[in-house]
């Protein structure tokens, strides 16, 4: 029988991390993985030029800026980036995220920065 | 340019319909799906053979058996079905989840039934 998988729960997980601008693992889903982050500042302009990106905020209020003007999500909103699309996530305060995107998506997409944080590493 | 993505806020679409294990499409991310679900009483056992399925729980309490037992799942908790896994949510009160998943999942996998459900339907 193959083995049962294990709930997730995202107050638990986020427990175990206080680093900011890092996403981490905790499930996947055939090629995609789901992440949490804890944003809180400015991070920098950037795309994704092979795929959407999701952002889902859990706590506080993370504002994304596109080309066209800010969207500002709060817990219980979420935003699909188009792939190609140039973003800017910041938060005045920390916000707790859930992010899902297709294995091996480097989160400064286009551009290499300090924030540039190391892949697949799961919590 | 690029039409700017629309944010979801999961209260205002659960606040669009009543029905219950009938999944409401609300984003698209490449060829996958977010889709909102009110669950309540007993699911049929079903599987997906070609994917992996994910249960995030936003209110509510979702128990999904498994053949080794159930899984209870509480808000903020999250779950991903392997793919070729029987599983049967069910929920004594209504839960609301959010479901992700490919584009073109049949909520009742490999089994026809009453509950079989129109595939995306967007709210």
Redesign the interface.
């Known amino acids: 029988?193959?083995t049962?998988?294990?709930?997730?729960?995202?107050?638990q997980k986020f427990s175990l991390f206080e680093e900011q601008w890092r996403p981490k693992v905790?499930?996947?889903?055939?090629n995609?993985q789901?992440k949490l982050a804890r944003l809180e500042g400015e991070f920098v302009w950037h795309q994704h030029d092979d795929?959407?990106?999701?952002f889902i905020v859990?706590e506080g209020e993370l504002s994304i800026d596109?080309?066209?003007?800010p969207?500002?999500?709060r817990a219980?909103?979420?935003?699909?980036?188009?792939?190609?699309?140039r973003h800017r996530p910041h938060a005045t305060t920390e916000a707790k995220v859930l992010l899902?995107?297709?294995v091996g998506v480097v989160n400064t997409g286009d551009v290499e920065s300090e924030l540039t944080a190391p892949q697949d590493v799961w919590v």
């Open positions: 029988m193959k049962s998988p294990t709930k997730v729960n995202f107050n905790i499930a996947e889903m055939n995609y789901f795929t959407d990106e999701t859990l596109l080309e066209s003007g969207v500002v999500l219980g909103e979420m935003l699909v980036i188009p792939k190609g699309m899902v995107e297709p």
